[in-house]
């Protein structure tokens, strides 16, 4: 029993691995495209907050004109120009660009975090997927192994049959365990389909894309220790560091806005 889905023109077969589908997803996925973007503004941030300590040129020109009509000495006719250049430069403000700067580098600190996090889960979920897919693969061929040996057990019940030395029931039961084998083929290939297409979402990829992985399970990576695990993520979990920055972030901003006072 064979399953085949349509291919769309211009959709070619491939084999990805693992770091390839990886790759895909970071180009693809527009949430992580969008937290560079805020990484990118946080830096634009840092930048005109900088902006306070730099010089402040002002210049400005102005003209004039005004007439008077007179009576027998004639009318007068006045024209004046004006021009004015200044510069400025913020010697001290108690702290409030310095702290309005902490902030603006905390925030960008934050973003960086925060872009880490998205990564993390892109990432992970590609992982996910990819796995998915895989043991999916697994269970397609253990049905279709399995359909196998069920055909194999009702021609021998036929044969049985035939002779003599079985009863017809053992053909129906046999029978109707060929046709259990093949709903669970169905079902393993329609399970096998759908991981494919979350794969290709997680990669930000056309989800109908005809695909082929690597299969990497036979590798057996090493696990470490528990409290490994639990140290590693206490000090790496972005969405933890992020709020640290972010609660350093408005402390800078409560010490510029006090610094007005």
């Not at 036979?218 to 206490?234: D, F, H, R, Y």
């Amino acid at each position: 029993l064979m399953f085949a889905w349509p291919v769309r023109p211009g959709m070619a077969e491939s084999r990805l691995s693992l770091d390839e589908c990886i790759k895909t997803a970071l180009k693809n996925q527009p949430s992580f495209r969008v937290a560079l973007a805020g990484l990118e503004a946080g830096k634009g941030r840092e930048k005109q907050a900088v902006s306070r300590y730099l010089p402040q040129v002002t210049a400005s020109t102005g003209y004039s004109e005004s007439h008077q009509n007179g009576d027998e000495i004639g009318n007068s006719f006045t024209k004046s120009y004006s021009t004015s250049l200044s510069v400025n430069q913020t010697l001290y403000d108690f702290g409030r660009t310095g702290n309005a700067y902490d902030s603006a580098c905390l925030s960008t600190q934050s973003a960086e975090f925060d872009t880490k996090r998205v990564k993390q889960d892109v990432i992970l979920k590609v992982k996910q997927a990819y796995f998915d897919l895989l043991q999916s693969q697994r269970l397609v061929v253990v049905a279709e192994k399995t359909l196998e040996q069920s055909e194999s057990h009702r021609k021998q019940a036929e044969a049985f049959y035939q002779a003599g030395s079985k009863p017809v029931f053992d053909v129906t039961r046999a029978e109707v365990e060929v046709n259990s084998m093949r709903l669970n083929l169905i079902n393993a290939n329609n399970r096998m389909r759908i991981s494919r297409m979350t794969l290709n979402n997680a990669m930000g990829v056309d989800p109908e894309g005809q695909i082929d992985i690597d299969d990497i399970l036979t590798v057996c990576p090493a696990i470490p220790s528990l409290e490994k695990i639990k140290a590693e993520a206490l000090e790496n979990r972005p969405d933890l560091l992020k709020a640290e920055s972010d609660i350093a972030a408005t402390a800078a901003i409560i010490r510029a806005e006090e610094a007005n006072y």
